[in-house]
């Protein structure tokens, strides 16, 4: 690659590399970063600080900047560093949304793209403000967020995940032409795969939040009246949510067959998915769903909300079964009629990793490098 083509891209991103709360949308961010990093160009991230973080560091090639809380305090000090402080003149700004983007299109003179996995729509009343007072940003966020892409974002190019969020983007104002949908891939750690539990097991795995259905997941189980069945919950969560989750499964009277995990190492997540008969996932919206195509990958198929991202990420009826009523009841009742029959349970098995073959990162990273190119 010659000098002339090579780029130096800023990426502003709410969460990084090693923040305890980063997820799928972190590791996409990071693995296109390290695509980019490898075919040439110079990349920076400037993402929240938390408590132990290094302030600079530098992963997979990426130079890694951290200032700020990850909810508007990144945002004000990507703003000042941006305009006062000594850095590189970049050639290219990736302006990452997650619920609040960075507003680059007020203070940024220099090629952008907005990066999204999935706007944030109903999700703004999950948030964590206590009583009464997670109505305001319940309201202010349902009420501005269309209006921030109407009239800041119209013109900037966008980088998605799904059709589902670009169907979302076009109602918002956001031009066909100016979205690139591009699939997440997953990486897989080396491993031997273990076999399926002996008794019927489901997880979930994934942020213990609210939104991502945790709460709706420990409902269903205590409706599975099989006393043999076993629920798996992986994932990170803060003390006090967990302590609160922990006496749910008490008074629904499923403590003992339920195994609450904490957060788990790349292999051995992998390892749980694959023990795994199914992955519920009663999540209210997603960008993608990678969860869902990683379990796959272990053969095991999804029952989930047919809902945006978690319908592009499973086929229903081949790789999962998508659930239009998104009540207790209609994923009790999906989850029974799989858990009962066996063969038709392995053929969705191996339809599940047939299609998580397909998501592989070279090739993301390979589309991506082509749309920052174009821009």
């Known amino acids: 690659m010659e000098d002339k083509e ?6 502003l991103s709410w969460r990084g590399p090693k923040h305890p709360n980063a997820g799928g949308a972190e590791t996409s961010t990071h693995e296109h970063a390290k695509g980019w990093v490898r075919a040439g160009h110079s990349v920076t991230l400037f993402t929240s ?4 973080a290094k302030k600079q560091e530098a992963i997979d090639g990426v130079s890694i900047i951290r200032s700020g809380s990850q909810v508007l305090g990144v945002q004000i000090a990507v703003l000042k560093w941006y ?19 960075f507003f680059t299109p007020f203070f940024v003179r220099v090629k952008k793209m907005a990066f ?4 944030t729509k109903e999700i703004w009343k999950f948030n964590p403000w206590p009583k009464p007072w997670y109505f305001i940003p319940a309201l202010l966020g349902s009420l501005l967020e269309p209006l921030i892409f109407r009239f800041l974002y119209q013109n900037i190019p966008f980088m998605t995940v799904s059709e589902s969020t670009k169907k979302d983007l076009i109602s918002w104002g956001i031009s066909d032409g100016n979205i690139t949908v591009i699939h997440n891939g997953i990486t897989i750690p080396k491993l031997k795969i273990p076999e399926k539990e002996n008794k019927k097991t489901l997880i979930y795995l994934g942020s213990l939040s609210k939104d991502k259905g945790i709460e709706d997941a420990l409902k ?3 409706l599975l009246k099989n006393k043999d069945f076993r629920f798996w919950v992986a994932g990170k969560s803060d003390p006090g949510y967990l302590k609160f989750l922990k006496t749910k499964s008490q008074k629904l009277d499923i403590g003992k067959r339920v195994k609450f995990f904490g957060f788990v190492s790349e292999i051995r997540k992998f390892e749980l998915l694959a023990k795994a008969h199914l992955l519920i996932n009663p999540s209210v919206r997603e960008g993608w769903g990678l969860v869902v195509i990683e379990a796959a990958r272990m053969g095991t198929p999804s029952v989930a909300y047919n809902v945006a991202g978690l319908k592009d990420s499973v086929i229903n009826n081949k790789t999962g079964i998508l659930c239009n009523n998104m009540t207790h009841a209609n994923l009790v009742e999906e989850i029974l009629k799989l858990l009962e029959d ?9 339809q599940a990793i047939a299609w998580s073959k397909k998501f592989r990162w070279h090739e993301s990273v390979a589309k991506s490098l082509k749309l920052i190119d174009k821009v």
């Open 6 to 11: 090579k780029l130096k891209i800023l990426i």
């Open 49 to 52: 600080d938390y408590k132990g």
């Open 83 to 101: 305009l006062f402080a000594a850095h590189p003149k970049f050639d290219l700004v990736i302006d990452q949304f997650h619920g609040i983007p």
């Open 116 to 119: 999204i996995h999935e706007v």
């Open 220 to 222: 269903v189980f205590s």
């Open 342 to 350: 066996e063969e038709k349970l392995q053929e969705m098995s191996k």
